[in-house]
């Protein structure tokens, strides 16, 4: 997943090989120059040693653009979006959802679906135990339809009733969900 830390390594290994960074973002970054292939050799190492990777699979880069917004929507907006997931994700990645969906499952085994509301619940275990929310509260913000139908889907999920998992919970860190 892309950070602020990743984003900034790149940079800088791109300025150590003479190249002229004009936007670094997830899964891309946009150079001046053309990379030589002794560069892109270079770069790909540097990269691997700072625990990154130099994605060039096109398909790859598609997955982990749909994985960063997903992720940005559930833990860094303050209200996810008014608009349906699908056609926000259409709309940034300027891609048919049908054709993101049906690479996502292909090569993550699991549907963008799935892997939207497995880190929502994620985010509301981190709500209900460190943020004091109520559950109304919780399923305003995450824009469920309802505190029930929040409850339905964090049971479905977990196992656990929102309430049983706040009390489990209450006196140890949960262990993240596998969310891919």
């Not at 996810?80 to 993550?108: E, G, K």
């Not at 994620?122 to 919780?138: A, F, P, S």
Request: glycine residues 4%; charged residues 25%.
């Amino acid at each position: 997943m892309a950070s602020l830390r990743s984003l900034v390594i790149v940079e800088a290994e791109l300025v150590k090989l003479g190249l002229q960074p004009v936007d670094i973002g997830m899964g891309d970054a946009d150079v001046l120059e053309d990379l030589t292939t002794d560069q892109h050799l270079q770069l790909r190492i540097a990269l691997r040693q700072s625990g990154l990777e130099l994605l060039e699979n096109k398909l790859e880069i598609l997955i982990q653009r749909i994985k960063y917004i997903i992720l940005d929507i559930v833990y860094n907006f303050e209200e996810p979006p008014a608009q349906n997931l699908s056609d926000y994700l259409s709309t940034r990645l300027q891609y048919d959802y049908n054709y993101m969906s049906n690479v996502f499952s292909d090569l993550m085994n699991t549907t963008i679906e799935r892997f939207y509301i497995c880190h929502k619940i994620e985010r509301v275990k981190q709500l209900l135990l460190y943020e004091g929310l109520t559950l109304t509260e919780i399923a305003k913000k995450m824009r469920y339809s309802s505190p029930a139908h929040l409850s339905s889907q964090f049971k479905k999920i977990t196992g656990w009733t929102p309430s049983q998992f706040k009390l489990e919970n209450r006196d140890k860190r949960p262990v993240p969900g596998n969310c891919g």
